[in-house]
Structure formats: structure tokens, C-alpha cells
């Protein structure tokens, strides 16, 4: 079945440490983004990328990092440098960014910062 | 700027009563709206979408929303309510403009009580 995984689900990170959460998707889509859920706030989108070795910023980029070496792989590293990392992660892809399409969700990583 | 607000946080309704959630975009927004739902810990799940023609979009799990462009608003309903669609719900659209980005409201949890 075609979809997305995020690993891990639950994951638990001292103050200091940087941590990556990892996403695939097996959907073949060119888009693919990290979002960030506080309660009451909705979504934030921290970072976006439309094709391989290209990426953008979202709008609360600072603290995270990502890479796209591989269409199937969005990992995104949380860094020492964000100030209140504890929240829930959620990574989605499209067939293409800005089309009039749906974004497909992977099942999300909860952090907390110890 | 561009938003979508969603005026209700926690919607409480009984079980089998009709039930609506409130949603308004600015005008920045593209008529490209989509509701999606959330459960526990997991991921969103599209519900429905509208791109263009019928204003009246019919979704899954029973829901329907319809969209009024005089009063931009893309409100969702159901005429009958299960405990198993307690969760929290998403309005989004896609901003117009060259910047195409999925904007989402703050959420609603709805409660279906017994």
C-alpha cells in the first residue's frame, strides 16, 4: 500500500541534543513537507521542498534542518537551537506543490524535550 | 493577509444531532478549500475539497460542506453524528498568489457525547 512513514512515533530528547525525525513516502509525489501542531494553533509549516535537492523554508524554519538527497525522503532535524521543541511532527506529500490536489499525511512523531 | 479562521474550538454534541462547523477565509484565499480530520495521535485525513462547480461537496464518513463565496465561508456538516467522528477537524486553502501554500485554520474538536 502506498502512503507515508514517519519514524519515530513517540521520541524523547534531552535539551542540547539535535534529533531527526525521518519521513518516506512510496507515492512517487514530487512535494513533500514537515508541519509542526501545537494545540490551538493548527499547522505551521516549517520547511517544504518541490523536487530532489531543493528545499525551502517554511514559515518557522529556525531550529530545524532538512535535506533532500532522494524523492522518496524528507528527514527533518531538530536542533539544539529551537527554543521550545516539544510538539507533534507531521510530514505530508503532494503530487506537486500549489496544485489543487490533496496532501496525504504520514501518522506524525511526537517530541519532548526532557 | 491570507487565513482561514475557524470560529469554534470545541463543538460538544450529542450522539445522532445534526452538527456544523464554522469556517471563513480571507479574501487573499483561492477558492481551493478542503476539510480535513484528524484522530488521535495520527495524521490528517482529507474529507472533501473544493476546487470549482457545485458549491455543495460531498465528503466521506457522511460529511458535506458548502461553499458561499458572498460570505466566503466553506462551513461543514453532518445531519447525524456517531461517537466514532470525534476528533478534531481542519479547514484549509491554498493561498493565491505565486506563494501556493496550504493554509490551515486552528482546528475544531468535536465531542460527540452519548
Known amino acids: 500500500d502506498g502512503g507515508i512513514t514517519q519514524s519515530p512515533k513517540y521520541l524523547f530528547r534531552k535539551e542540547g541534543q539535535n534529533v531527526t525525525l525521518s519521513c518516506e513516502q512510496n507515492?512517487?509525489?514530487?512535494?513533500m513537507y514537515w508541519y509542526r501542531q501545537d494545540p490551538g494553533q493548527g499547522l505551521r509549516l516549517i520547511y517544504y521542498s518541490q523536487i530532489v535537492n531543493d528545499f525551502q523554508k517554511g514559515d518557522i524554519a529556525e531550529g530545524y534542518s532538512v535535506s533532500r538527497e532522494k524523492k522518496e525522503s524528507f528527514p527533518l532535524t531538530v536542533t539544539s537551537a529551537q527554543k521550545n521543541p516539544t510538539a507533534f511532527y507531521l510530514c505530508?506529500?503532494?503530487?506537486?506543490?500549489?496544485?489543487?490536489?490533496?496532501?496525504?499525511f504520514g501518522e506524525g512523531s511526537r517530541l519532548t524535550v526532557l | 493577509a491570507q487565513s482561514v479562521t475557524q470560529l469554534d474550538s470545541q463543538v460538544p454534541v450529542f450522539e445522532e444531532a445534526p452538527v456544523e462547523l464554522r469556517c471563513n477565509y480571507s479574501?487573499?484565499?483561492?477558492?481551493?478549500l478542503f476539510w480535513y480530520v484528524q484522530y488521535p495521535n495520527q495524521g490528517l485525513q482529507l474529507l472533501l475539497k473544493y476546487l470549482s462547480g457545485s458549491t455543495l461537496v460531498k465528503g466521506i464518513n457522511g460529511f458535506e460542506a458548502e461553499f458561499n463565496k458572498s460570505q466566503t465561508s466553506f462551513h461543514l456538516r453532518k445531519p447525524s453524528v456517531h461517537i466514532s467522528d470525534t476528533a478534531e477537524y481542519f479547514c484549509?486553502?491554498?493561498?493565491?498568489?505565486?506563494?501556493?501554500?496550504?493554509?490551515f485554520g486552528s482546528g475544531t474538536q468535536l465531542t460527540v457525547l452519548p
Open positions: 479574501s487573499s484565499v483561492s477558492v481551493y
Open positions: 484549509a486553502g491554498i493561498s493565491s498568489g505565486s506563494a501556493r501554500q496550504l493554509t
Open positions: 507515492l512517487n509525489h514530487d512535494a
Open positions: 505530508a506529500s503532494s503530487i506537486s506543490r500549489g496544485d489543487t490536489g490533496e496532501l496525504f
